[in-house]
């Protein structure tokens, strides 16, 4: 009888521990998709706030009627809108490229020409947000930039994959031109090996 008693008291532990992982594996599941569903919120919000402020720049630039002092950037200031209509792409470039900052849009790489500005401009974004619709980009898909001075348009000329020390890509050029950066393979599990180069040249 205390053989049987003290099964059944072990099942009963067992059972109390079971209801407990499973009510902890539902609080921490319900907590990670409130936080995945605040962090996209925020970021649709910026977006927003980030196009407003951006017509903001092309009102004040038009008034003006000449080119006002381009100011130092700082991070995540709003440089433009970068938009790939065949793929449905149409983001914020944010300056820098830290965490936060590719949170919230894709960012201009530090050291290279400016949005809008002659020379071979740096436009770095995740894999598995902004800059996941380009393992479907293709030669000849155009590619718009606009900044508060006009619209730039580009076309795809070459797509290329690269180590992560591979910054040859991103060397000044006397041609305009873009180089998109992102993490590659697209739908690799942790910090991927290798990035993903799209270059466009000005139309």
Request: aromatic share 8%.
């Amino acid at each position: 009888m205390t053989r049987v008693n003290e099964q059944q008291e072990f099942a009963m532990r067992g059972s109390l521990f079971l209801r407990w992982v499973r009510r902890f594996l539902f609080i921490a599941g319900s907590v990670a998709i409130l936080y995945v569903a605040l962090t996209l919120l925020h970021a649709k919000l910026y977006q927003d706030a980030a196009g407003n402020a951006l017509e903001k720049q092309i009102d004040a630039q038009e008034q003006h009627k000449v080119s006002l002092p381009q100011a130092v950037a700082k991070e995540g200031d709003v440089l433009g809108l970068i938009e790939i209509s065949r793929l449905g792409v149409k983001v914020a470039i944010l300056e820098g490229t830290t965490s936060q900052t590719l949170l919230l849009g894709v960012g201009h790489i530090e050291g290279t020409a400016l949005p809008g500005k002659p020379g071979n401009i740096g436009i770095a974004g995740h894999r598995d947000t902004y800059f996941r619709a380009l393992k479907d980009i293709r030669t000849n898909d155009v590619i718009q930039i606009q900044t508060a001075t006009g619209l730039t348009r580009y076309q795809v000329d070459w797509m290329q994959i690269v180590a992560p020390s591979d910054t040859a890509i991103l060397a000044p050029s006397t041609d305009s031109a873009i180089t998109l950066v992102t993490c590659y393979p697209f739908h690799f599990i942790g910090s991927a090996p290798e990035r993903f180069i799209v270059h466009a040249n000005k139309i």
